[in-house]
Every structure is written in structure tokens, then in C-alpha cells.
């Protein structure tokens, strides 16, 4: 079941590009079906959830590559689950919101559900090689979907993204060689790499693969100095395209971190935690003031991006360094690392896709353009307000879950560099206050006057609940917890070896 889940949205796409030409509104029709059913199965997998010994649901384990042993082995665990489920929910939302595409249709939504292939697939694989491929198949759909559906910069936008990520996979590869060489008996499967542990006894080699890994990783993060590709991404993008982006493609390197760099090199990763989290730290910082010189709203949340990746950083950093000293701060950071991932896909997702709203109306991201909307457009003003609420974390939405829960197990072993991270949350509030003042209150300006209106039932159908599902977790969390929890406590048994 779980390949299906995977594959639906393939083979839908493909079938959309086989059949004779129809209608947009066919095209909609079946890709609405397609992620919903999709979304559907999803849900199914999570009510059946049920690790077996080898701490995998689900799991499928066929011959592919024999050679380099390789396999097709994919499998769910509770790092993964909630990453797989955001995933659903997103592409669904995204395919709600582009009702009101029209240019190239048929393209579009092909185009959109074989990202959400490859995402899906990132998630569940359990092989190295399995795992590189579908990394590097997003790079592609993505650029594809920047350049051909972007705005005026859009080509020069998706020329960067594609070299920048694609030099990043290239060293996540050497990484993964690194390891397929240290191993004996030879193996890329990932299960097997973990138990092996096969860079135990540290070395210059060990460090070099982690480097690899950590670089390839990091450029997809994106991680400060590694980020300069996603301001333009984001700005040329359209804004499903952003969402996309933001909420699902940014977790393919962070979840990379928990599933392979953190447990395949426990040692190498605990001698190397202060670097990871002072890389953190400055990831938080650099997005938060960044964003707040931004007169471009687009490009000002995407900063905030960097700025939440930081956290994710700080929290796997801090868990390497209490990983033999104190389990419940490691399990607490590595819950709120993955509580995290969830929450700003969430989020984030539903806040690019209220800057389309405004491009729509209005031809530009600048802030300066706009002045008064709430009196134009209420709606518009309100999920607008609610979504920049749950960005800065405030009780209540499923970011203060997972910052809770960092800086609780983040405090212990690195006090300053927690408390530098603080200053983060205090900047990304003042940033999005000012955004509010300068886009809904006041005065309206001369683009607000024009034909400014308000949230449509299709946008609000893809936006809303997004930002349900951010308060349905800030307020009972434990569903989504109880998930989480085992599997960061296996992840801490795994780094303190």
C-alpha cells in the first residue's frame, strides 16, 4: 500500500499527459481526485501504524540493483510518517489553489504530481541510492516549475536553484559512496549502514564523508552560507510553487539529517555538534534580520524560512551533545526538530500561498504598494493575521510546540547559544507585525484602491486548512507526538553508540 501511495500521483500524471487533449476543468477535476485519494491512503496508513521489530511500518524490501546492493526498500517510522502526511496535505492544498490556473493546465498539474513522487518518495526510502534518486528528481520538477510558470526573472531564478542544488546532491552523493566504501559487506541500504555503523572509529575519512553529507544536505535546507539560491526561487516562483518549496522540498535536507547523517555517524556527529549548532544559531539570526529589511514580502518570508531551519539545526546539534549524558533532552530537541518540519510546511506553506493571493490583486510583492487592505478585504486581512500569528510561534499553533520543545532540550547543553536563538523569535515578530501594519492598516495607497478583492472560496479552501491543521496540533499536540517520540528516542540509543 505504501508504493501506492508513492506512485499514484505518478502515474496520474502520467495518464494526464498521455490522454487526448481535454478540458482545464478536466485536468483540475482529476488532480484534486488524484491528491485527495491520495491524502486519503495517507490517512489509512497512519490509523494502521504499527512499527515492527525493525522499527518500520510497512515496509517493503525488493532486489534493484544487486551489484551495488541496492534495493527498493522503503518503509514508515515516526520521522517519517508525519513528513509523508504533510506532504498529502500540501500538494492537496496546492491543487485546490491553482483552480484559477489557466496557462498550460494540462502541464501544471502533471508537472505537480510528479513532485509529489519524488517527495513522498524521499520520505519513505530506506536506501541510499533509492533515496538519491528521488532527491535529485525534485531538483528537476522544481526547476521546471520555476522557470516555465514564474514571473518576470523566473529563468535566471531557476537557473540558480537547479546549479546550486544539484552541486549540493552531487556531494551528498560522494557521501554516500564514502559510506557504501566503509561498510563491510558493501551496502547502500540504509537500515543495514545503521546497524553497521561503519565509520566507528572516526578518522579523517569519516569526516569527509560527513562533510559531504552535511554540505549536500545543508545547500537543500537551505543552511547559512548556503541559502543564496532561495530568495530569487521564491520571489520568481509561483506562489503553489513557493508552497511547494517552502513546506516540503526545504524537509528533504533537514530530514536527511535525523534519518542518515545523525544515526549512520553517531561518533562523527557527536565530536562535531558545536559546529552544527553554532551553524544553527547563525541561521536563525542571519534569516530573522535579513527578513526584516525586506520591503518584499514574498522574498521576506522567505527569509524567515532560513531563520526556522536554524532551529532544526540548533535542535539535531544540541542532541549530538547530550546524546550519552541525558536522553530526555536529546528525545525532547529531536521531537521538536521533527514537530518543527511539520509545523512550518504547515505554516509557511499557507503564507506563500497568501502572497500569490496578493500578487494576483495586486502585481507585486512590494509592501510599499499596499496600505489599508483589512477594510478591503476582511477575510483576506484575518487568515493573513492568523498565519503570521502561528509563524512567530504564539500558543496556541503548532510552532510554539516545537520551539517549546527545542529550546527545552537545546537549554542544557548550549544556554547561550539557545538564548541567542530567543532573540530570533523576538525579531521574526517584530518583522511580521510591521508587515501586517504596513500591508492591512492605514491609509490604503494607490494599489490597494483598485479592484482589491477579498479571499475567494477556492484560495480560502487551500489556505484555511492549513492553518486549522497548525492549531489542531498547538492545541493537542499528543497525536502527532506519540508518533514522533519513539522514533527520536531510537535516534538518541542510535547517536549514543
Not at 115 to 142: N, P, Y
Not at 187 to 205: E, K, S
Not at 386 to 402: K, N, Q, Y
Amino acid at each position: 500500500m505504501l508504493s501506492v501511495v508513492v506512485f499514484l500521483p505518478l502515474a496520474v500524471a502520467v495518464g494526464l499527459v498521455a490522454m487526448p487533449r481535454v478540458s482545464d476543468r478536466v485536468v483540475r477535476s482529476i488532480w484534486i481526485a488524484a491528491t485527495a485519494a491520495d491524502l486519503a491512503l495517507v490517512v489509512a496508513l497512519w490509523i494502521g501504524f504499527a512499527p515492527g521489530p525493525s522499527g518500520f511500518a510497512y515496509e517493503v524490501n525488493q532486489r534493484w540493483i544487486p551489484t551495488v546492493s541496492a534495493g527498493y526498500h522503503i518503509g514508515l517510522d515516526g520521522l517519517s510518517l508525519p513528513l509523508v502526511a504533510l506532504t498529502a496535505v500540501l500538494f492537496l492544498a496546492c491543487a485546490l489553489y491553482s483552480l484559477r490556473q489557466t496557462h498550460r493546465m494540462r502541464a501544471f498539474a502533471a508537472l505537480f504530481l510528479f513532485l509529489q513522487t519524488v517527495c513522498l518518495g524521499v520520505f519513505v526510502s530506506l536506501d541510499l541510492i533509492l533515496f538519491f534518486v528521488f532527491f535529485d528528481l525534485s531538483i528537476v520538477g522544481m526547476y521546471f516549475v520555476i522557470a516555465l510558470w514564474g514571473h518576470r526573472g523566473a529563468a535566471r531564478a531557476a537557473l540558480m536553484f537547479f546549479l546550486y542544488t544539484f552541486l549540493g546532491s552531487l556531494a551528498l552523493l560522494l557521501g554516500f559512496i564514502g559510506l557504501y566504501v566503509a561498510s563491510d559487506p558493501h551496502t547502500f541500504d540504509i537500515v543495514a549502514l545503521t546497524a553497521q555503523n561503519p565509520l566507528a572509529g572516526g578518522g579523517i575519512f569519516s569526516v569527509l564523508v560527513l562533510l559531504a553529507i552535511l554540505v549536500g544536505l545543508a545547500v537543500k535546507t537551505p543552511t547559512v552560507p548556503f541559502h543564496t539560491w532561495l530568495p530569487p526561487a521564491h520571489t520568481e516562483a509561483p506562489a503553489a510553487g513557493s508552497a511547494i518549496l517552502a513546506g516540503v522540498l526545504l524537509k528533504l535536507g533537514t530530514y536527511g539529517f535525523v534519518r542518515i547523517a545523525m544515526p549512520i555517524l553517531p561518533g562523527t556527529w557527536r565530536d562535531y555538534s558545536p559546529a552544527i549548532v553554532a551553524i544553527g544559531v547563525a541561521g536563525v539570526l542571519y534569516g530573522a534580520f535579513v527578513a526584516l529589511g525586506q520591503n518584499d514580502l514574498k522574498r521576506m518570508v522567505a527569509y524567515t524560512s532560513v531563520n526556522h531551519m536554524g532551529y532544526i539545526l540548533l535542535a539535531f546539534g544540541a542532541a549530538g551533545l547530550v546524546a550519552t549524558s541525558d536522553a530526555q533532552a536529546h528525545d525532547l530537541a529531536v521531537t521538536g526538530a521533527v514537530t518543527q518540519m511539520v509545523s512550518h510546511g504547515l505554516i509557511t506553506g499557507a503564507l506563500f500561498l497568501l502572497t500569490g493571493v496578493l500578487y494576483e490583486r495586486g502585481r507585486t510583492y512590494d509592501m510599499d504598494a499596499y496600505g489599508g487592505l483589512a477594510a478591503r478585504t476582511p477575510w483576506f486581512a484575518r487568515v493573513t493575521a492568523v498565519a503570521a500569528f502561528a509563524s512567530l510561534g504564539l500558543p496556541g499553533f503548532s510552532g510554539f510546540i516545537a520551539e517549546f520543545q527545542i529550546f527545552t532540550g537545546a537549554l542544557g547543553p548550549v544556554p547561550v547559544a539557545t538564548a541567542l536563538a530567543v532573540v530570533g523569535i523576538l525579531v521574526t515578530a517584530a518583522l511580521f507585525l510591521r508587515a501586517l501594519q504596513r500591508v492591512f492598516l492605514g491609509p490604503a495607497r494607490a494599489t490597494g484602491k483598485g479592484d482589491m478583492a477579498d479571499l475567494a472560496g477556492a484560495e480560502a479552501a487551500a489556505i484555511v486548512p492549513l492553518l486549522a491543521l497548525a492549531v489542531l496540533i498547538g492545541v493537542f499536540p499528543r497525536f502527532l507526538l506519540d508518533v514522533i517520540e519513539p522514533a527520536a528516542r531510537v535516534v538518541g540509543t542510535l547517536v549514543s553508540r
